[in-house]
């Protein structure tokens, strides 16, 4: 049998085991079905091959549903999910291309570890585990980086391929794939001599962004499946900016200093204190080898980071929400690539050590990938299934939280569960495409609901805004997860304590928490016997003690002691 070559020129093949050992640790832990937040909503629109919330994220369905058609089992919903496993592991592999270039002298067992040392990070594993659009990001952002370093050394195709990488990442996610424009531009001053013309690259990054001519294509596709309908010029324009959002409150930003401490907690956080303080040590130590031997790359790295952070900085900073790990997770991998570069610039009795610091901190990580308890969660998907049990035959679910709703689409998208129900956000209830989107797929209730014949067949999910209702809001009594017209029916404490399961994770604890909270204040409003809302309120406190949003809640309420 010939033997192996494990040397430095033998690169596909440690990039083939990082590919291959972060694919099968992605694949073995991903959630097994829907999750909070936007998870389930981008399984349900690339399944429907709809529009996800602005600016519709065409790259991401059309990835997802390719996933979705190719893999030979499970449900839609989890092939979903491995797709975002299949992503980040593709993006772990160019990661470790990326520290071999950035310090070729070092041993490539350890460029391995500090590769795979990202993918054990709480952030980068939890945007690996579910649908979302934080895993693609990831590999675009990988690939922008990679092609950043060839720019700045002046390699001649770098730059068509990083234009065509930008479109394609700005058809993915925006914000974060316009961060690492700062840091490009600078690559292009540095290497501009020797490229090809700009011509081209203004031609690749027009056939990247090009995919959002998904928009108009599939605007009224997925029936109430869907976000927008795109198919006018303004309605486009509408989606592209994401005006919708603006014109939604949002949460308290907090002043950028404050984001700044938070953000710094948070990564701390992520590589422990431990491992923070030795990267911290590596990185002092060989900072006065890079300050001289490579400027550029320290600068350009410095830009990136500003830029990537920048996105953090005025908005409302939730370390709880996982949303703001798959913000960061090109940031957590530059700081490990600066650490990687420091290694390699420390002093000679010093180097080793620093370079198998990365393999130390692989071991020492690794088992805290996730502190949250989501692994094989199915919390989420028992909650969408009672709120369309709870709706009477032919009835109407009125959400007030996208949670729930998204939810329910994965479910009706991909099992084609409760055919006959309709299914409303309330927060989109005025607009005029959530309307049309209503009226094409159940017509008599869409008329019922512009004439204002709201009836026991309309349910509604206690939460944000309800008094917008107005009068009808002190009407509507419990009716299992929802309110509605009619009898008292509310869900017994058993059947909640199942649909949070034996260990519920964090964000199904504080899905229900809020839950409660607001079935709670409710009771308080129709002045139900006082022992029912006690009870939503300890169930509450049980489930997430001490969170701040509860306690907002709760400020409404006669016993505020959440």
């Given at each position: 049998?010939?033997?192996?070559?494990?040397?430095?020129g033998?690169?596909?093949?440690?990039?083939?085991?990082?590919?291959?050992?972060?694919?099968?640790?992605?694949?073995?832990?991903?959630?097994?079905?829907?999750?909070?937040?936007?998870?389930?909503?981008?399984?349900?629109?690339?399944?429907?091959?709809?529009?996800?919330?602005?600016p519709?994220?065409?790259?991401h369905a059309?990835?997802?549903?390719?996933?979705?058609?190719?893999?030979?089992?499970?449900?839609?919903?989890?092939?979903a999910?491995?797709?975002?496993?299949?992503?980040?592991?593709?993006?772990l592999?160019?990661?470790?291309?990326?520290?071999?270039?950035?310090?070729?002298?070092?041993?490539?067992?350890?460029?391995v570890?500090?590769?795979?040392?990202?993918?054990?990070?709480?952030?980068v594993w939890?945007s690996?585990?579910?649908?979302?659009?934080?895993?693609?990001?990831?590999?675009?952002?990988?690939?922008?980086?990679?092609?950043?370093?060839?720019?700045?050394?002046?390699?001649?195709?770098?730059?068509?391929?990083?234009?065509?990488?930008?479109?394609?990442?700005?058809?993915?996610h925006?914000?974060?794939?316009?961060a690492?424009?700062?840091?490009?531009?600078?690559?292009m001053g540095?290497?501009?001599?020797?490229l090809?013309?700009?011509?081209?690259?203004?031609?690749?990054?027009a056939?990247?962004?090009a995919?959002?001519?998904?928009?108009?294509?599939?605007?009224?596709?997925?029936?109430v499946?869907?976000?927008?309908r795109?198919?006018?010029?303004?309605?486009?324009?509408?989606?592209?900016?994401?005006?919708?959002?603006?014109k939604?409150?949002?949460?308290?930003?907090?002043t950028?200093?404050?984001?700044?401490?938070?953000?710094?907690?948070?990564?701390?956080?992520?590589?422990?204190?431990?491992v923070?303080?030795?990267?911290?040590?590596?990185?002092?130590?060989?900072?006065?080898?890079?300050?001289?031997q490579?400027p550029?790359?320290?600068?350009?790295?410095?830009?990136?980071?500003?830029?990537?952070?920048?996105?953090?900085?005025?908005?409302?900073?939730?370390?709880?929400?996982?949303?703001?790990?798959?913000y960061?997770?090109a940031?957590?991998?530059?700081?490990?690539?600066?650490?990687?570069?420091?290694?390699?610039?420390?002093?000679p009795r010093?180097?080793?050590?620093?370079?198998?610091?990365?393999?130390?901190?692989?071991?020492?990580?690794?088992?805290?990938?996730?502190?949250?308890?989501?692994?094989?969660q199915?919390?989420?998907?028992?909650?969408?299934?009672?709120?369309?049990?709870?709706?009477?035959?032919?009835?109407?679910?009125?959400f007030?939280?996208?949670?729930?709703?998204f939810g329910?689409?994965?479910?009706?998208?991909?099992?084609?569960?409760?055919?006959?129900?309709?299914?409303?956000?309330?927060?989109?209830?005025?607009?005029?495409?959530?309307?049309?989107?209503?009226?094409?797929?159940?017509?008599?209730h869409?008329?019922?609901?512009?004439?204002?014949?709201?009836?026991?067949?309309?349910?509604?999910?206690?939460?944000?805004?309800?008094?917008?209702l107005g009068?009808?809001?002190a009407?509507?009594?419990p009716?299992?997860?929802?309110?509605?017209?009619?009898?008292?029916?509310?869900?017994?404490?058993?059947?909640?304590?199942?649909?949070?399961?034996?260990?519920?994770?964090?964000?199904?604890?504080?899905?229900?928490?809020?839950?409660?909270?607001?079935?709670?204040?409710?009771?308080?409003?129709?002045?139900?016997?006082?022992?029912?809302?006690?009870?939503?309120?300890?169930?509450?406190?049980?489930?997430?003690?001490?969170?701040?949003?509860l306690?907002?809640?709760?400020?409404?309420?006669?016993?505020?002691?959440?």
């Open positions: 049998m010939r033997r192996l070559n494990w040397g430095v033998d690169e596909r093949h440690y990039t083939a085991w990082v590919f291959g050992l972060s694919g099968a640790f992605f694949a073995l832990t991903a959630l097994p079905s829907t999750h909070w937040l936007d998870t389930p909503e981008f399984a349900a629109t690339a399944w429907r091959l709809s529009l996800s919330h602005s519709g994220h065409p790259l059309l990835y997802t549903r390719a996933l979705q058609t190719l893999l030979p089992f499970g449900d839609g919903i989890l092939r999910n491995l797709g975002s496993a299949l992503a980040m592991a593709a993006a592999a160019l990661f470790y291309r990326l520290l071999r270039a950035l310090n070729p002298p070092a041993s490539p067992l350890a460029a570890a500090a590769a795979l040392l990202l993918g054990c990070l709480p952030a939890v690996a585990a579910r649908t979302e659009v934080y895993a693609l990001q990831a590999l675009l952002s990988l690939l922008t980086l990679t092609l950043i370093h060839r720019v700045a050394m002046g390699e001649g195709w770098a730059l068509a391929g990083l234009a065509l990488t930008f479109g394609l990442a700005g058809s993915n925006t914000l974060i794939g316009a690492l424009i700062p840091t490009a531009l600078l690559a540095v290497g501009v001599r020797r090809r013309p700009i011509w081209m690259a203004v031609g690749m990054g056939a990247g962004l995919t959002y001519a998904y928009l108009p294509l599939r605007a009224t596709a997925g029936g499946v869907g976000w927008g795109p198919d006018t010029p303004r309605a486009f324009l509408d989606a592209l900016m994401g005006r919708e959002w603006m939604l409150p949002g949460g308290a930003a907090g950028p200093v404050e984001n700044i401490e938070r953000l710094m907690g948070y990564l701390i956080e992520q590589f422990s204190a431990p923070s303080l030795i990267f911290a040590s590596i990185f002092a130590l060989g900072l006065l080898g890079l300050v001289r490579r550029w790359q320290l600068l350009g790295m410095a830009v990136a980071l500003a830029s990537i952070f920048a996105t953090k900085l005025y908005y409302a900073f939730d370390p709880l929400n996982p949303d703001v790990g798959g960061l997770i940031a957590l991998a530059l700081l490990i690539a600066l650490t990687w570069m420091a290694a390699g610039a420390t002093p010093w180097r080793p050590w620093s370079h198998w610091a990365f393999p130390l901190a692989l071991l020492w990580l690794a088992p805290g990938f996730d502190p949250g308890g989501r692994m094989g199915r919390g989420a998907e028992r909650v969408a299934r009672a709120f369309l049990d709870d709706a009477p035959p032919e009835g109407v679910l009125v007030s939280d996208f949670n729930a709703n329910a689409w994965a479910l009706r998208a991909v099992e084609g569960a409760r055919p006959d129900v309709a299914l409303i956000f309330r927060g989109q209830l005025n607009q005029p495409w959530a309307r049309a989107r209503l009226a094409a797929e159940h017509p008599a869409a008329a019922r609901l512009a004439s204002g014949q709201i009836d026991a067949r309309f349910h509604f999910e206690p939460g944000v805004q309800m008094k917008r009068p009808l809001r009407r509507l009594r009716a299992g997860l929802c309110l509605a017209l009619g009898p008292d029916r509310p869900a017994s404490m058993t059947r909640w304590r199942w649909l949070a399961g034996a260990a519920p994770d964090i964000d199904t604890r504080r899905a229900l928490a809020f839950l409660h909270a607001q079935h709670a204040l409710h009771l308080q409003l129709i002045h139900a016997p006082p022992a029912r809302g006690q009870a939503h309120l300890e169930a509450a406190s049980a489930l997430a003690p001490g969170d701040a949003l306690a907002e809640i709760a400020g409404g309420l006669d016993a505020p002691h959440l």
